[in-house]
């Protein structure tokens, strides 16, 4: 009888097969949330970082950096879908000019780059913009451009891209006495497609806030913000929205279209395209005393779909503020936010809501987490199966970590009860920004004070699975096979494991 190796044998023999076949670079994100990618860690603080996808599965992010000093600046940093930085250690300076430039907004432009404005104080209150390539190298200006050059203070910078390589922004201009909203497009190469200064799309009396803005899928964008129009001292009181066309002309009614005009006070709208041409909002809302969560959808022609004055995704006990929204992709959108109906602690809740406006999940939302302590203002990503990511700063231990849970179409946690630890390391992480990977998964990134003396930025990838790091490594196909011994190197500082995915052609 044929004499067969052992099955000892045969798996050694397949393991070394494997280990000498041609490997990509090993991924750099880390599996425990001991640890993280510092995206940035030079002297003074780095705050409040913005992100976005570049495209191939990583991501860029903005922040504004003190280290030079006593003023900030704007900087950014790319990382890989594996993990590893792309631009040089601590980020690229993408405004360093004199006096503050702080609260950056960022776009992608379609190219693995990145649009970035910010508010500016080189010459008094301004709003500055740079494009930055996939490389990192600026394209304007040192330093940016003004958007624009209006007397008066500019404030608030938004910026979406156009669908067509450039960029959109929208932000609150003093130039009428009030905070009027205006809008400009610019191109790749920084020439401002509409008129000089940005087309104004409220000037009515009384002070406005915001503004956020969302593509309407024809060049042209859809504009929110809350508006003191009706008086009530300093209370924001509405929500309005009002949509500029392509070639920069502003459509609807002349001072924008009330999403809300309920009692009370009506605050931080923000909003995502319907797929349709519109827009779904959310906002909270004072109408009765304590906030509440509200949404409103509004056509691509200016017309409200859902009940006057907006649907109610919750009206619990206790305070309900700052949602984020993510679309569905049939014309819904899931929104979370943070909730103090336990009267103690605040917790995450979420909610679905159908193109028609009817909420889909419990009454008042899913509980996202109401693990011990507090958990704050959450962000929120699609995961490419109708559901959601969200992650969130978490107080369960004492102090601020960052935690997140993903969501099913049907509002299931898929993750670990109240979520998983994306950073448990010490001191204080805060402020949260994310983005989809792309495979059904999220990089989020925050600030971080695991250094002691000052803030850090900090990046993890969190998979679909609810594990930390990891990637997917092609192995390409070899000429022909080699055998022997070869060892391989899962970092056991990263607390890692060695995951190999491979195809065997053939026969084989």
């Known amino acids: 009888?044929?004499?067969?190796?052992?099955?000892?044998?045969?798996?050694?023999?397949?393991?070394?097969?494997?280990?000498?076949?041609?490997?990509?670079?090993?991924?750099?994100?880390?599996?425990?949330?001991?640890?993280?990618?510092?995206?940035?860690?030079a002297a003074g603080d780095q705050m409040f970082a913005k992100v976005i996808a570049d495209g191939t599965g990583g991501a860029i992010v903005t922040w504004?950096?003190?280290?030079?000093?006593?003023?900030?600046?704007?900087?950014?940093?790319r990382i890989s879908a594996g993990g590893a930085l792309q631009w040089p250690a601590d980020g690229v300076p993408v405004c360093a000019a004199t006096g503050d430039q702080t609260y950056?907004?960022?776009?992608?432009?379609?190219?693995?780059?990145?649009?970035?404005?910010?508010?500016?104080?080189?010459?008094?209150?301004?709003?500055?913009?740079?494009?930055?390539?996939?490389?990192?190298?600026?394209?304007?200006a040192v330093g940016g451009i003004?958007?624009?050059?209006?007397?008066?203070?500019?404030?608030?910078?938004?910026?979406?891209?156009?669908?067509?390589?450039?960029?959109?922004?929208?932000?609150?201009?003093?130039?009428?006495?009030?905070?009027?909203?205006?809008?400009?497009?610019?191109?790749?190469?920084?020439?401002?497609?509409?008129?000089?200064?940005?087309?104004?799309?409220?000037?009515?009396?009384?002070?406005?806030?915001?503004?956020?803005?969302?593509?309407?899928?024809?060049?042209?964008?859809?504009?929110?913000?809350?508006?003191?129009?009706a008086g009530n001292g300093y209370i924001f009181d509405d929500i309005y929205a009002r949509r500029v066309s392509g070639a920069g002309v502003p459509q609807w009614s002349p001072q924008g279209v009330p999403l809300c005009t309920a009692t009370g006070s009506q605050q931080s709208p923000v909003l995502v395209s319907n797929g349709l041409g519109g827009a779904i909002v959310t906002w909270f809302d004072g109408r009765v005393g304590s906030y509440d969560i509200y949404a409103q959808t509004i056509s691509g022609a200016g017309v409200t779909q859902w009940t006057s004055d907006g649907v109610a995704l919750c009206t619990a006990a206790g305070e309900q503020a700052y949602p984020s929204i993510v679309a569905t992709?049939?014309?819904?959108?899931?929104?979370?936010?943070?909730?103090?109906?336990?009267?103690?602690?605040?917790?995450?809740?979420?909610?679905?809501?159908?193109?028609?406006?009817?909420?889909?999940?419990?009454?008042?939302?899913?509980?996202?987490?109401?693990?011990?302590?507090?958990?704050?203002?959450?962000?929120?990503?699609?995961?490419?199966?109708?559901?959601?990511?969200?992650a969130w700063p978490d107080m369960r231990p004492g102090t601020l970590d960052i935690y997140?849970?993903?969501?099913?179409?049907?509002g299931a946690p898929l993750w670990a009860v109240n979520g998983v630890g994306l950073c448990t390391a010490a001191n204080m992480q805060n402020v949260t920004a994310m983005v989809a990977d792309g495979s059904g998964g999220a990089i989020v990134t925050w600030q971080d004070k695991r250094g002691g003396a000052n803030l850090d930025i900090y990046a993890q990838r969190v998979q679909g699975s609810g594990l930390l790091g990891g990637d997917v490594t092609s192995v390409p196909a070899p000429a022909s096979a080699a055998f022997g011994l070869a060892p391989a190197y899962p970092n056991p500082a990263f607390g890692g494991a060695l995951n190999v995915r491979f195809t065997l052609s053939g026969g084989g």
């Not at 050694?12 to 599996?31: G, I, K, Q, Y």
């Not at 990145?114 to 508010?119: K, V």
Request: aromatic share 10%; with cysteine.
């Open 1 to 41: 009888m044929p004499k067969f190796p052992s099955a000892i044998a045969v798996t050694r023999c397949l393991l070394t097969a494997v280990l000498l076949l041609p490997r990509a670079a090993a991924a750099s994100w880390p599996s425990s949330p001991l640890l993280n990618v510092p995206m940035c860690a």
């Open 64 to 77: 504004f950096d003190y280290r030079g000093g006593t003023t900030a600046d704007i900087y950014a940093q």
């Open 104 to 140: 950056p907004s960022i776009a992608p432009d379609g190219v693995g780059g990145a649009y970035i404005t910010w508010n500016d104080l080189r010459s008094g209150l301004k709003i500055y913009g740079q494009h930055i390539a996939s490389d990192g190298t600026p394209q304007w």
């Open 146 to 229: 003004p958007l624009c050059s209006n007397p008066g203070a500019q404030q608030s910078p938004s910026v979406i891209a156009d669908g067509v390589g450039g960029a959109l922004v929208a932000w609150l201009d003093s130039r009428n006495g009030w905070y009027t909203v205006c809008a400009q497009r610019i191109s790749a190469a920084g020439a401002f497609q509409w008129v000089a200064d940005g087309v104004v799309l409220c000037d009515t009396t009384g002070y406005r806030y915001g503004p956020d803005l969302v593509s309407d899928g024809a060049g042209g964008a859809i504009v929110v913000w809350y508006d003191q129009r």
């Open 329 to 390: 992709g049939v014309g819904g959108a899931i929104v979370t936010w943070r909730d103090y109906r336990s009267g103690s602690e605040y917790d995450i809740y979420a909610q679905r809501i159908s193109q028609a406006g009817a909420p889909q999940w419990t009454a008042d939302g899913v509980v996202v987490c109401a693990a011990t302590g507090d958990q704050y203002d959450p962000a929120i990503v699609p995961d490419a199966s109708g559901g959601a990511i969200v």
């Open 404 to 410: 997140a849970q993903r969501l099913s179409s049907a």
